[in-house]
């Protein structure tokens, strides 16, 4: 199966639901970009002011069109509230390949068991319903939090891109590159995040 942009891709179990981010979806997003700047401190495109968010909102929706990203909002079924935002992107078909990122959460929202349910409800579709052979991970090689968190998943890291592009206040950065193989996932992966989500 291919990614079909222009379908309504909804995934979702007992804890968390991901629908397509759409434009409306500022109006859930935006208190997180007004109260809570600090959540794009390593981010590479800022939604840290309300005009911010919607810029943030209108490229993930360009790209979408562009058919090589795909964002989703986070829905938390258990505090009945909107937590955050997480896409796939630079997907490549022809490869089989795609990166999975831009992944925020509200503070109050993060440690709770959210991101392990998002990641596996996003590694599934990725590898079991879209036949993906790869997906990739990038993190600010500074973002010591996101980088633990991708390793208790399973991540395997590749290595480190030096100064490989630049952050939003003109510095380099240097990024580094994880991975999750089709084996691995279905070898150990699953069964470890479908494990640890569920707790």
Known sequence: MMMDFKEDYILENSIVRLTPLKATD??????????????WT?????????????????????????????????????????????????????????????TWYGKEFQGTGINKNCKLLLLEFAFDVLNMERVEFRADYKNQRSINAMKSMGCVVEGVLRSNTYTPNGERRDSIVLSILKDEWNNSVKQKLQTNASR
Not at 26 to 39: K, R, S
């Open 42 to 102: 390593y981010a590479l495109i800022q939604a840290s002011s309300a005009e911010k968010m919607k810029i943030y909102i209108d490229k993930a929706l360009e790209a979408r069109k562009n058919k090589n990203s795909y964002a989703f909002l986070v829905y938390d079924k258990r505090k009945n509230q909107y937590a955050g935002s997480t896409r796939f992107y630079d997907i490549q078909v022809d490869n089989a390949s795609s990166q999975l990122g831009y």
């Open 26 to 39: 500022f109006d859930h997003l935006v208190h997180f970009a007004t109260n809570e700047p600090e959540l």
